[in-house]
């Protein structure tokens, strides 16, 4: 099983060399985790509108670097939120 995990990684880390547009994507979503990361007045304002929108908090995750998933659980926790970021903007 740690053969298999490892070869995941390699292959993620692959897509994301030769693929340009998801390698951008993906610094923005990082981007985006990381500025309400560091902000606790927007975090909170978030958090709010995640209540007012779906009755929860999600968190967002940040990916880990030697973890194939983790881009994967980074995208989702940001998706699963997108309709409460549209009104915090």
């Known amino acids: 099983m740690p053969y298999f995990a ?3 990684n390699l ?3 692959d897509i994301f060399k030769e693929s340009s547009s998801l ?8 981007g985006i985790i990381n500025f309400f990361s560091r902000s606790k007045v ?3 304002r978030l958090q709010i509108e995640q209540i007012n ?10 990916p880990a670097t030697t973890r194939w ?3 994967y659980y980074c995208f989702a926790s940001l ?5 409460a970021l ?4």
């Not at 929108?53 to 940040?62: D, E, G, P, T, W």
């Open 6 to 8: 490892h070869q995941m």
């Open 11 to 13: 292959c993620i880390g």
């Open 23 to 30: 390698s951008n994507t993906a610094e923005e979503v990082i």
């Open 42 to 44: 927007w975090l909170g």
């Open 53 to 62: 929108a779906y009755k929860l908090q999600i968190s967002l995750v940040s």
């Open 69 to 71: 998933n983790s881009h």
């Open 79 to 83: 998706l699963k939120t997108k309709g």
């Open 86 to 89: 549209r009104v915090s903007f």
